[in-house]
């Protein structure tokens, strides 16, 4: 069965702190993988998409790793900002199976001051 | 340009009503998917349609589920009647096309008490 773990299952960091958000897949091939950032009563918003063939993605103070060999992937974020409390949900799309989306269930980021 | 729009944002019901939750999708875009989220918890996907045909509806529970997307754009998802189980987030997401390099935009939700 394909899945997609994510840990830790929340975190909280101070302010102006580095954070590494961990995703580990099962999905063999897939499509691309994603991350996406959800604010509280909010719709997840995309912040990175990688192709299987891509190792890295970076969106501002947002930074995605991809390695294929292990089926792991990174988002690391760099000097946290209180804006940045949200949960991250990580996403991969089969190549096969009519390219349905699998989600993680996600990390909770606090950042406090 | 405007996101993808929903309404309610937020619903209470009594056990046994029925429910329906509205999504206008970004002008142009032919994918519309309705997800459930629990809390803590990741999307899951309840229907996907490609214009107005449903594509995807194996994890719509349809004894109590229903949905339809009416000349290709706006849609609408029922629940009748509702039970407990059913608390969560709905979520309405839209796409360019079904092809997973398209990027799927979501509206905020609507968030759904069942007491």
Known sequence: KNQVEQSPQSLIILEGKNCTLQCNYTVSPFSNLRWYKQDTGRGPVSLTIMTFSENTKSNGRYTATLDADTKQSSLHITASQLSDSASYICVVTPNTGGFKTIFGAGTRLFVKA | ?115
Do not use: M
């Open chain 2, 1 to 115: 340009e405007a996101g993808v729009v929903q309404s309610p944002r937020y619903k209470i019901i009594e056990k046994k009503q029925p429910v329906a939750f509205w999504c206008n999708p970004i002008s142009g875009h032919n994918t519309l998917y309705w997800y459930l989220q629990n809390l803590g918890q990741g999307p899951e996907l309840l229907i996907r349609y490609e214009n107005e045909e449903a594509v995807d509806d194996s994890q719509l529970p349809k004894d109590r589920f229903s949905a339809e997307r009416l000349k290709g754009v706006d849609s609408t998802l029922k629940i009748q009647p509702a039970e407990l189980g059913d608390s969560a987030v709905y979520l309405c997401a839209s796409s360019l096309g079904q092809d997973p390099s398209y990027e799927q935009y979501f509206g905020p939700g609507t968030r759904l008490t069942v007491t």
